[in-house]
């Protein structure tokens, strides 16, 4: 079962939005294992690197730096699905955006998007899980820009002003030129920020939404929770196997970690999963066989680095541990895993 995914929707957008010459579609879709036709299938799930193939391959044929940025300012809300149409009816802009974070996993399990307020202040937080960032830097990078002019796009459509934020930061180092950004995000970007955000003013926030209908909103509203029910109704292994690999940001998270995740002590949860016949530490070490691979088949991180990454201090450990996952060492793995690009 597939664990880590985004929703065809919003692949379909970024490729129509590179080009739309049919042979350059073609070469993109190719790169990640799709056909075009496959553009048309809303209901398709792809993976991880999937969606870094496909993004890297349209900002190859695209030829355009800040093709994030481009995208993000034609996005509509129908790319989000039931999502974007739970927010188009929503009351404010707040509460749209809070819809949003709540169901996000409805069309991405690749993707954080969040809302903190402080004050006066409300921060959009979007985030690409860190494998992404470890996988391929500048494709992350890009779908941050996609978020940020993306959201912008759509608050402005939602009521008809042109909204502004006060301010937006990145936890990427600074960029060559930053102009396309300041014109479309309509201020000057902060870097090597905590965290990627988008920081409003409240009231601005507490705008009306054109669109706002009370029926249509708790109609779109209960869809989601059903399908959240039905994803919490996958066994409970899954459930907490997916928690891991969102969890592992910076570290590897712990036993405890997930247990406060999903409101349960750790006896409890060594306790559910042993009645499944697994185990915390079985489900790490899935999780990092998972993060293991996906991680070696990328040539931004050495196999130090990785296992690092993956919570071991001993290099030599991280290696025996692989073998023991796969027959084979993390350099041969990683060598049969490097191809040549076809663009």
């Known amino acids: 079962m597939q664990t880590l995914w985004v929703s065809m929707p919003i692949l379909r957008n970024i490729v129509l939005g590179a080009t739309c010459q049919p042979e350059a579609r073609q070469q993109i879709c190719s790169r990640g294992g799709i056909t075009p036709a496959d553009l ?12 870094c193939a496909l993004m890297d391959a349209a900002l190859q044929l695209s030829g355009d730096p800040n093709l994030g940025l481009h995208i993000g300012e034609r996005t509509t809300v129908s790319i989000l699905g039931i999502t974007g149409y739970l927010m188009e009816s929503s009351k404010d802009l707040l509460t749209a955006l809070q819809h949003l974070q709540q169901f996000t996993s409805s069309f991405s399990r690749i993707y954080y998007f969040g809302i903190e307020q402080t004050g006066e202040e409300v921060m959009y937080i979007g985030e690409p899980i860190p494998l992404w960032n470890a996988l391929s830097p500048e494709t992350a990078r890009q779908s941050v820009d996609i978020a940020f002019a993306g959201a912008l796009h759509i608050l402005r459509l939602l009521t008809g002003l042109q909204l502004q934020p006060l301010r937006a930061q990145y936890r990427y180092p600074r960029f060559a030129d930053t102009r396309e950004h300041e014109r479309i995000l309509k201020c000057r970007p902060l870097f090597s920020q905590p965290c990627n955000a988008l920081t409003f003013a409240k009231q601005d926030l507490q705008r009306s939404v054109i669109g706002y209908n009370r029926e249509l909103n708790l109609v779109f509203k209960k869809l989601l929770e059903q399908k959240l029910q039905e994803d919490q109704g996958l066994p409970f292994i899954h459930q907490v196997r997916t928690i891991i690999l969102e969890q592992s940001r910076f570290a590897f998270p712990t036993l405890e970690e997930v247990a406060d995740r999903i409101h349960l002590t750790p006896r409890t949860l060594q306790r559910k999963l042993q009645e499944e016949n697994s185990s915390f530490r079985a489900l790490s070490d899935l ?26 201090s001993d290099p030599a450990a991280f290696q025996r541990a692989f073998r023991q996952w796969t027959g084979k060492t993390p350099k041969t793995y990683q060598n049969e895993a490097a191809r040549p690009a076809l663009l």
Request: hydrophobic share 35%; proline share 3%.
């Open 40 to 51: 048309d299938n809303p209901e398709m799930k792809l993976s991880l690197e999937q969606n």
């Open 287 to 312: 999780a990092k066989e998972e993060l293991a691979r996906n991680l070696l088949s990328s040539k931004n991180l050495n196999i130090s680095e990785i296992a690092d990454r993956l919570g071991y």
